[in-house]
DNA sequence: TTCTATGCAAATAGTTTGCACTAAA
DNA sequence: TTTAGTGCAAACTATTTGCATAGAA
């Protein structure tokens, strides 16, 4: 693993982090998932290479360096992901598999709502669409 | 409490659900309420009327006559509002309020969801704005 | 009377924390 | 060498469940 703009090791570096294998390894794994995915997940991933409470320090380093951030989906367990691109997400009530969408909002939402909710600023938001997937609706 | 439309009894029978004290008691709680509410305060307002592992199965039952939503802002417990009108909240990050916002998507969104996400239907959607209240802005 | 709801206590499960030890810088 | 990170086990806390009893229909 290189230490190249973009890596898991830079972006580590770059937010004043310590680069440990663990973190290295649990940042990689987050980043290779293709949805928000739980901290039990990550330790599975990770074969050992950290613990359950290391992971969840871990995740408590990287969301404070904005390179993570935590989903409120499942109400029985914590879900997390890499920060990027900005994207809300499908929810399939039925199974629970969770697919990423672009939907923006129009920019003048976050704006109105700062008004009508009488708050200082609006900085960011959090959008889940729940429906059947089609998987679902042939059983 | 009297038994006529749009009252908590009325609502009750109307879901097939048996009336009992407790039920009447929560449920009239929970409307009361003017943001998403927790069991524990749920069962502080009752006042020894219903205890938590009650309040628990009166909730689900509750949210399965559609009567009651479940909110995931709070990553450590889970809240509670009742249905009714279809609105949002804007969530202090620094003090936890919520505050309900009458924010509506466009309508076409759902559609292009469902499209994107390769769903079979979209039933419903779950929105929320972060930001920073008044009050803690000028702290 | 019948069948469901409740209360209490015990069991679960996700998450957090204390502490001794290891390793990054 | 210094300071922060990790592993393990114990502690916490929200939520769920078993079971005997109470109560709605």
């Not at 290479?49 to 409470?53: F, I, L, W």
């Not at 404070?64 to 993570?68: E, S």
């Given at each position: 693993?290189?230490?190249?703009?973009?890596?898991?090791?830079?972006?580590?570096?770059?937010?004043?982090?310590?680069?440990?294998?663990?973190?290295?390894?649990?940042?990689?794994?987050?980043?290779?998932?293709?949805?928000?995915?739980?901290v039990e997940e990550l330790v599975r991933k990770g074969k050992g290479?950290?613990?359950?409470?290391t992971g969840y320090r871990i995740l408590d380093a990287l969301i404070?360096?904005?390179?993570?951030r935590k989903i409120s989906i499942a109400s029985d367990r914590a879900?997390?992901?890499?920060?990027?691109?900005?994207?809300?997400?499908?929810?399939?009530?039925?199974?629970?598999?969770?697919?990423?969408?672009?939907?923006?909002?129009?920019?003048?939402?976050?704006?109105?709502?700062?008004?009508?909710?009488?708050?200082?600023?609006?900085?960011?938001?959090?959008?889940?669409?729940?429906?059947?997937?089609?998987?679902?609706?042939?059983?």
């Open positions: 693993m290189k230490d190249e703009k973009g890596t898991v090791g830079h972006d580590l570096k770059k937010a004043g982090l310590r680069m440990t294998p663990q973190r290295l390894a649990l940042l990689s794994h987050l980043r290779a998932a293709n949805s928000p995915i739980s290479a950290y613990d359950t409470a404070l360096a904005k390179l993570v879900l997390f992901e890499a920060t990027g691109t900005h994207h809300h997400h499908a929810v399939c009530t039925s199974c629970g598999i969770i697919v990423d969408v672009e939907a923006c909002l129009p920019k003048s939402l976050d704006d109105r709502v700062r008004v009508s909710a009488g708050f200082e600023r609006i900085d960011d938001h959090a959008l889940e669409f729940f429906g059947l997937c089609k998987r679902c609706a042939k059983k």
